[in-house]
């Protein structure tokens, strides 16, 4: 199966850039839609973005669209998310996961990493 595992979480201001990474090892990784996805403390697992397999579709939750960009590299096997203009909401642990389809439906995604903690601050 696919292992999945996040890096480049951390501390940043309010205002500040953050870019995630998601590397992934196990068969066929450019076959799988990825997403991002987010859990503040006491809240529900949201959705962030996604693309597809090969990079060429995208989706955007409303939280995301227009700071966060998603992007993918096959051959390096990492799906990336840069993150600008961050803001004290913003403050969760990301995850990322591996779908067949491109989705924004959590329950589509089969594997999903640890998770890496975004903390900004005001």
């Known amino acids: 199966q696919v292992h999945l595992v996040e890096s480049g979480g951390g501390l940043v201001q309010a205002g500040g850039s953050l870019r995630l990474s998601c590397a992934a090892s196990?068969?066929?990784?450019?076959?799988?839609?990825m997403g991002w996805f987010r859990q503040a403390p006491g809240k529900a697992r949201e959705f962030v973005t996604a693309?597809?397999?090969?990079?060429?579709?995208?989706y955007y939750g409303d939280s995301g669209e227009g700071r966060f960009l998603i992007s993918r590299d096959n051959a390096k096997n990492t799906v990336y998310l840069q993150m600008n203009s961050l803001k004290p909401e913003d403050t969760a642990i990301y995850y990322c996961?591996?779908?067949?389809?491109?989705?924004?439906?959590?329950?589509?995604?089969?594997?999903w990493g640890q998770g890496t903690q975004v903390t900004v601050s005001s």
């Open positions: 996961a591996a779908s067949q389809t491109l989705d924004y439906s959590e329950s589509e995604y089969v594997y």
């Open positions: 196990g068969p066929s990784f450019d076959s799988y839609a």
């Open positions: 693309i597809s397999w090969n990079g060429a579709a995208t």
